[in-house]
């Protein structure tokens, strides 16, 4: 027996031979019985299912029975993103019926319940998605016929960021990645240690992937300058270097200048005989039936067609400064909104260096006293910059593989997931270990709920064949591989493939200190384990006849 609330009627799979409805409430909806009752009757054991009302009145019992169901409205984004898969999909299938069918159906949505609705609002996501390929063509991720060009599939991979992955686009399209990553393919003149060298390009590395995937704003009464003290956090987020500012300046520039052009020819064209005179929250209508003469002595406004006339009432007209502006002084009846428009502020913004500092001290304690970052929430903000850089590395590498002009689509690529996955399956294994459970089992086979084995690709550490034997190479061995070294080690090819090829180098670097550290600091037995073993094949290679492996004592953290 299961006693539960309402969220059963919300798609949960658990059927059960009888639903008990007790007392009634107003939360009752007809819609909500009808999921609720849904759950009688097991398929494959209950030939009925039994539906049962205890206090509940008749009359209402009637009703809940013979009432209809609401109207249900589609709900989908309707994003630049969304519409460079469209576009990717189409091209990768080359248009095949299915795909089109596809796409037919998102764009044909009558009942998007997103904005105001309405007969006409089908025309403006039209209008919307015409407005984003145009943003798509100037950043030169779709060509004039529609096929995706350049880093398209990068972009595309990164959409759980938007809007950050448009302006990751943009730093990789104006070589500021090939700037700081360049010194690692030149000889220095100069005396230089390469780890040293390795862990300034993190560095940099990682104080532009931090503006642009881990974005943590402080609040205004966060005095940081207090949490600073005696830390080894440097807590607030330094600037972006100069260069890829300029680069993200010029970006929201851009995207300004598009989607303020959307929304003014919008009004202009569908929106232009309707008065917006109504107040956003209440109502209520301002302003007279009848038009009045201006009087000489007060100069006339301009007319304003995306602007809303209460704030275009303070002087304002329809140039907007920023993307923020327009979206929050736009008419209520358009469809804009700022989290879903590529931009990205750089000028007076005051963000949590808790990436910066993690790759500075590798310290979660810190990250919690200094940062102020909740400790339930580490793990998970940790393992989404882990997966960002997985998704990243993977592309390029495929990208290096077939060329910067290659056909390489969405699907080409096997994007890994973050490291910080990996140690959970770990733990849990080692938990499931210690209790009893059967060591035979591969540790790595056990995904969290919802997730699909990604099949093993170049940094799959501990890959797992089908047979369960391990085909990981051992703690010494290259952890690139042999499919790493063919790519580092070709020194021919066009100039962008080299280009390519220092960037991958700069990401493959970052990446292996940050899961190092990731690693590290959730440590589980397996780490400890191959720790150990590196430790002692070092101490045998100095002195084989003194070492002598002893059995580990370890626990799990």
């Known amino acids: 027996m299961v006693i539960a609330t309402g969220t059963l009627s919300l798609g949960i799979n658990m059927p059960c031979a009888t639903v008990v409805f007790v007392t009634d409430n107003s939360s009752l909806t007809p819609l909500n019985f009808r999921q609720a009752a849904g759950r009688a009757g097991r398929r494959g054991f209950d030939l009925l299912g039994n539906v049962i009302f205890h206090g509940l009145p008749l009359e209402r019992t009637r009703r809940l029975i013979n009432s209809n169901l609401p109207s249900l409205m589609g709900h989908f984004p309707t994003s630049t993103t969304l519409i460079l898969r469209l576009f990717n999909l189409l091209h990768g299938s080359n248009s095949a019926p299915p795909a089109v069918s596809i796409v037919n159906t998102l764009l044909s949505q009558t009942r998007i319940s997103l904005g105001s609705g309405g007969e006409g609002f089908r025309g403006q996501v039209i209008h919307h998605i015409r407005f984003s390929i145009e943003y798509l063509r100037r950043m030169n991720l779709l060509s004039s016929t529609g096929e995706p060009m350049n880093f398209t599939a990068l972009t595309a991979h990164l959409y759980y960021t938007e809007p950050s992955n448009f302006v990751f686009n943009a730093l990789m399209r104006e070589g500021v990645f090939h700037n700081i990553c360049a010194p690692l393919s030149v000889p220095s003149k100069e005396n230089v240690d390469p780890e040293v ?32 003290a005696n830390s080894k956090s440097t807590v607030l987020l330094p600037d972006l270097p100069q260069d890829a500012a300029e680069v993200v300046r010029k970006h929201n520039q851009e995207s300004l200048k598009v989607f303020s052009k959307y929304a003014v020819t919008y009004a202009a064209q569908h929106r232009q005989e309707e008065k917006a005179d109504a107040l956003p929250y209440s109502g209520k209508v ?20 995306a602007r ?40 007076g913004a005051r963000l ?61 690529v096997a994007v890994g997931r973050g490291v910080g996955e990996d140690i959970l399956e770990e733990v ?120 002598k492996e002893k059995k580990p004592r370890l626990r799990l953290r």
């Open 428 to 547: 849990i294994a080692a938990a499931e270990t210690d209790v009893g459970a059967n060591a035979a089992t591969p540790s790595s086979t056990k995904l969290p709920i919802g997730r699909k084995k990604p099949k093993a690709n170049w940094d799959d550490e501990d890959a797992v064949n089908v047979a369960g034997v391990n085909t990981s190479p051992g703690p010494d061995a290259d952890e690139e591989g042999d499919e790493d070294e063919e790519i580092f080690g070709d020194g021919e090819g066009d100039t962008d493939r080299q280009a390519l090829l220092k960037v991958l180098k700069g990401f493959v670097n970052l990446q292996q200190e940050f899961n190092d550290k990731f690693r590290a600091t959730f440590a589980t037995k397996k780490d400890a384990a191959r720790a150990r073993r590196k430790l002692l094949d070092a101490q045998r290679a100095a002195n084989p006849t003194l070492v």
């Open 352 to 412: 949590n260096a808790y990436i910066y500092d993690f790759l500075q001290h590798g310290s979660l304690d810190e990250l919690v006293a200094a940062n102020h970052v909740r400790k339930s929430e580490i793990w998970f903000m940790l393992n989404d910059f882990s997966i960002a850089l997985a998704t990243i590395v993977t592309t390029l590498k495929n990208l290096v593989s077939v060329g910067p002009e290659g056909e390489m689509r969405m699907g080409d």
């Open 308 to 347: 809303s006339p209460f704030v275009a009432l303070s002087g304002y007209s329809d140039t907007f400064t920023s993307i923020p502006e327009l979206a929050s002084t736009c008419r209520d009846d358009i469809l804009l909104e700022a989290s879903g428009l590529p931009y990205l502020a750089v000028d």
């Open 197 to 228: 060298l390795v862990l300034e390009v993190n560095r940099k590395l990682t104080l532009v992937l931090a503006h642009v995937f881990g974005r943590v704003p402080f609040r205004k009464s966060d005095d940081v300058e207090l949490w600073r």
């Open 286 to 305: 301002v302003g007279g039936k009848t038009e009045l003469p201006t009087p000489q002595f007060l100069k006339p406004l301009k007319p304003v067609y």
